[in-house]
């Protein structure tokens, strides 16, 4: 499971699908199927849920998920669009 903030989603969602960092967690793992996501105007606020997340358990994250995707579904498509990549 990988946690991260970035400004660009889509971008940042397709640099993982195509392991432009091939060292990388994500990269290591295979983590590209987005799942989760949430939205902040304020970058401060991105860090601090993101910091709050990733304090939390593995559950509490699963849990999460869970919750607005019971069926962990690549959310790629919903947010494919959303700005300019």
């Known amino acids: 499971m990988y946690v991260g903030v ?4 889509p971008k940042r969602i397709l640099e993982h699908k195509n392991k432009k960092y091939p060292k990388s967690f994500s990269a290591k793992y295979n983590l590209n199927i987005l799942v989760y996501y949430e939205q902040f105007q304020w970058i401060e606020d991105a860090i601090a849920r993101e910091k ?3 304090a939390g358990s593995r559950e509490a994250k699963n849990n999460l998920i869970r919750s607005i995707n019971p069926k962990w579904e690549d959310l790629f498509d919903e947010i494919e669009n959303i700005m300019t990549i």
């Open 6 to 9: 970035t400004s660009n989603l």
């Open 52 to 54: 709050q997340i990733k």
